[in-house]
């Protein structure tokens, strides 16, 4: 009997066994332990068992059970949130196979050169182990008691249903394989800017993604395109980290017309459909995913509104700011909750400031438009504190709105701020954003935002207007497109956008400070970013929908 269970018979598996319903997101140890978040299957309710089973990725999609008895254990449902919602456990860092070479090859070239030689991470697949109906039915034959599995029977039930899932295409379970941890890695940064996904309908089905990109319809193209690139190029692979500037959902999909009316329908069960789409197949190579918060993950444009009610923050506001902070992608422990998304973290030796661009905005009117605040205090002195305890380093600010360029009303007349949804709709935040740049002599920072639905990028110098013998402060600002914008109406236009300008405004200290913007280099359409910091150099690449990767564009 065991010969035949160990072959998969279907009619004597009592067990089944299923990937998680998202891919295992890990953080560094913490202690003896690694911190791991995931979601499981919410159809199939709690499972009875996880089971990690020692693994190898050799790059694409060739994965290898190691010769290492897999590890079992019984499963204790959390004491809150179902099946679906967002699971932390850890694992001891001694559970895991010894780390094998680390992916190897510089990336050189944006394009989708095909090269998986120097890639071997071994690691964990996590499995979830569930009892099959039968198994329930079987309680009749022993008396009403359940026929309890142990020992050999039970190590050839697993084995089974291990062989079962194994037998799948590996884009049906590898979003399970947690790579085992590592020691610091010192390769350059390469990182995936993306945001804004237009969540599919109906009629979006696109069979076959996983394999053949080209087959992706076009809510699901963009996602498709990134999963091929960081899976199968050599400069995809390079990249470790993957910024959201906002918008993986949109609560709001319809504009009010048939929105939900139930948080968790709004918010969490688009969070999880974010997570189990294409973005569950990002390789072990993109060892991180991080998210900064905007509109569309409360209501479009979202700013406090007299008559709102709920001190003007109006009725989502609060659901939908504790939805983005329980969907959090940290698996890790993380200083902060609802009321405070914004920190900073740094990665292969680079520096990382998460703005919370939204959520703290302050009523804005005709009598208080120089003075409304985009963020708090609080925040705003955290990122003066980073600056300071960053020097020295490459520097990236990620942000849900676009900090540069202007839009051309606000340049023309300034109380036409009222009209922009981005920093410079409060202007005097923005000033204070420039201006902790300009104080703490923070050349090369790098601004990453979304919102705009149209990816480009500017530069711009910072200087004193009293001082021309002080050198000015060179930074640059790098905008993602949508991964999936299908309205043309919500794209903005290059022609909104005030590039090139100059504009002066007050600094810290009171000094008078000039910001020259640069043009803006265009690069319309659907599509992500890729930027690689390199020999002291920032290499830029785009990719839009039906166009060859861009050649590297260097930020000087």
Same mark, same amino acid.
Request: charged residues 25%.
């Given at each position: 009997?065991?010969?035949?269970?160990?072959?998969?018979?279907?009619?004597?598996?009592?067990?089944?066994?299923?990937?998680?319903?998202?891919?295992?997101?890990?953080?560094?140890?913490?202690?003896?332990?690694?911190?791991?978040?995931?979601?499981?299957?919410?159809?199939?309710?709690?499972?009875?068992?996880?089971?990690?089973?020692?693994?190898?990725?050799?790059?694409?999609?060739?994965?290898?059970?190691?010769?290492?008895?897999?590890?079992?254990?019984?499963?204790?449902?959390?004491?809150?949130?179902?099946?679906?919602?967002?699971?932390?456990?850890?694992?001891?860092?001694?559970?895991?196979?010894?780390?094998?070479?680390?992916?190897?090859?510089?990336?050189?070239?944006?394009?989708?050169?095909?090269?998986?030689?120097?890639?071997?991470?071994?690691?964990?697949?996590?499995?979830?182990?569930?009892?099959?109906?039968?198994?329930?039915?079987?309680?009749?034959?022993?008396?009403?008691?359940?026929?309890?599995?142990?020992?050999?029977?039970?190590?050839?039930?697993?084995?089974?249903?291990?062989?079962?899932?194994?037998?799948?295409?590996?884009?049906?379970?590898?979003?399970?394989?947690?790579?085992?941890?590592?020691?610091?890695?010192?390769?350059?940064?390469?990182?995936?800017?993306?945001?804004?996904?237009?969540?599919?309908?109906?009629?979006?089905?696109?069979?076959?993604?996983?394999?053949?990109?080209?087959?992706?319809?076009?809510?699901?193209?963009?996602?498709?395109?990134?999963?091929?690139?960081?899976?199968?190029?050599?400069?995809?692979?390079?990249?470790?980290?993957?910024?959201?500037?906002?918008?993986?959902?949109?609560?709001?999909?319809?504009?009010?017309?048939?929105?939900?009316?139930?948080?968790?329908?709004?918010?969490?069960?688009?969070?999880?459909?974010?997570?189990?789409?294409?973005? /569950?197949?990002?390789?072990?190579?993109?060892?991180?995913?991080?998210?900064?918060?905007?509109?569309?993950?409360?209501?479009?444009?979202?700013?406090?509104?007299?008559?709102?009610?709920?001190?003007?923050?109006?009725?989502?506001?609060?659901?939908?700011?504790?939805?983005?902070?329980?969907?959090?992608?940290?698996?890790?422990?993380?200083?902060?909750?609802?009321?405070?998304?914004?920190?900073?973290?740094?990665?292969?030796?680079?520096?990382?400031?998460?703005?919370?661009?939204?959520?703290?905005?302050?009523? /804005?009117?005709?009598?208080?438009?120089?003075?409304?605040?985009?963020?708090?205090?609080?925040?705003?002195?955290?990122?003066?504190?980073?600056?300071?305890?960053?020097?020295?380093?490459?520097?990236?600010?990620?942000?849900?709105?676009?900090?540069?360029?202007?839009?051309?009303?606000?340049?023309?007349?300034?109380?036409?701020?009222?009209?922009?949804?981005?920093?410079?709709?409060?202007?005097?935040?923005?000033?204070?954003?420039?201006?902790?740049?300009?104080?703490?002599?923070?050349?090369?920072?790098?601004?990453?935002?979304?919102?705009?639905?149209?990816?480009?990028?500017?530069?711009?110098?910072?200087?004193?207007?009293?001082?021309?013998?002080?050198?000015?402060?060179?930074?640059?600002?790098?905008?993602?497109?949508?991964?999936?914008?299908?309205?043309?109406?919500?794209?903005?236009?290059?022609?909104?956008?005030?590039?090139?300008?100059?504009?002066?405004?007050?600094?810290?200290?009171?000094?008078?400070?000039?910001?020259?913007?640069?043009?803006?280099?265009?690069?319309?359409?659907?599509?992500?970013?890729?930027?690689?910091?390199?020999?002291?150099?920032?290499?830029?690449?785009?990719?839009?929908?039906?166009?060859?990767?861009?050649?590297?564009?260097?930020?000087?």
């Amino acid at each position: 009997m065991s010969a035949a269970i160990r072959r998969g018979s279907a009619a004597m598996l009592l067990i089944g066994a299923e990937a998680p319903g998202h891919r295992v997101e890990r953080a560094p140890p913490e202690g003896a332990r690694v911190p791991l978040l995931t979601a499981l299957r919410p159809e199939r309710g709690w499972p009875q068992w996880l089971l990690w089973v020692p693994m190898s990725w050799r790059g694409g999609w060739d994965y290898e059970r190691l010769p290492r008895p897999w590890t079992l254990e019984r499963f204790v449902a959390p004491g809150v949130g179902q099946p679906g919602s967002p699971w932390r456990g850890s694992l001891a860092v001694e559970d895991f196979p010894p780390p094998a070479v680390r992916p190897s090859g510089n990336g050189e070239g944006g394009g989708d050169e095909s090269d998986e030689v120097g890639i071997d991470m071994s690691g964990l697949l996590m499995v979830a182990l569930y009892l099959e109906p039968r198994a329930m039915a079987m309680e009749g034959v022993h008396q009403g008691v359940m026929h309890e599995l142990r020992d050999e029977e039970l190590h050839a039930q697993i084995e089974g249903a291990l062989d079962q899932l194994l037998d799948l295409p590996p884009h049906r379970w590898a979003h399970g394989f947690v790579p085992s941890p590592q020691e610091g890695d010192d390769r350059d940064v390469c990182l995936v800017l993306a945001a804004c996904q237009y969540p599919p309908g109906l009629l979006d089905v696109s069979p076959g993604w996983e394999l053949d990109a080209s087959a992706a319809g076009p809510a699901l193209a963009s996602l498709a395109r990134l999963h091929r690139f960081t899976r199968s190029t050599a400069l995809g692979r390079s990249c470790s980290l993957m910024l959201i500037a906002g918008d993986q959902i949109y609560a709001d999909k319809s504009g009010g017309l048939a929105d939900s009316r139930s948080g968790l329908e709004r918010y969490a069960r688009g969070y999880g459909e974010f997570k189990a789409g294409p973005v /569950r197949l990002l390789p072990p190579t993109v060892a991180r995913v991080v998210h900064a918060p905007d509109d569309h993950e409360i209501v479009d444009n979202w700013e406090p509104t007299p008559g709102a009610g709920e001190g003007g923050n109006g009725p989502w506001f609060d659901v939908a700011r504790q939805a983005a902070w329980d969907h959090r992608w940290d698996a890790g422990s993380r200083v902060g909750g609802p009321g405070l998304l914004w920190h900073h973290f740094d990665w292969r030796g680079a520096a990382f400031f998460i703005t919370d661009s939204r959520c703290e905005r302050e009523l /804005r009117r005709v009598a208080n438009w120089t003075t409304a605040r985009l963020w708090s205090t609080a925040q705003r002195d955290a990122f003066d504190e980073w600056l300071a305890q960053s020097a020295g380093r490459p520097r990236f600010v990620l942000s849900g709105s676009l900090p540069l360029p202007r839009r051309r009303v606000t340049a023309e007349h300034a109380a036409s701020c009222l009209r922009s949804d981005a920093w410079d709709g409060y202007p005097h935040s923005l000033h204070e954003l420039l201006g902790a740049v300009w104080r703490h002599r923070a050349s090369g920072l790098v601004f990453l935002s979304g919102d705009e639905h149209r990816s480009g990028w500017v530069s711009a110098e910072i200087s004193a207007v009293d001082d021309a013998a002080q050198a000015p402060i060179r930074i640059h600002s790098v905008h993602s497109s949508a991964l999936y914008a299908p309205w043309p109406f919500a794209i903005t236009a290059a022609e909104e956008l005030a590039a090139p300008e100059v504009f002066e405004f007050d600094g810290p200290d009171g000094r008078r400070l000039r910001c020259a913007v640069s043009g803006w280099t265009d690069r319309p359409g659907d599509g992500f970013a890729v930027l690689r910091l390199r020999g002291g150099a920032l290499e830029l690449w785009f990719d839009r929908a039906g166009q060859p990767p861009d050649e590297a564009e260097v930020l000087a």
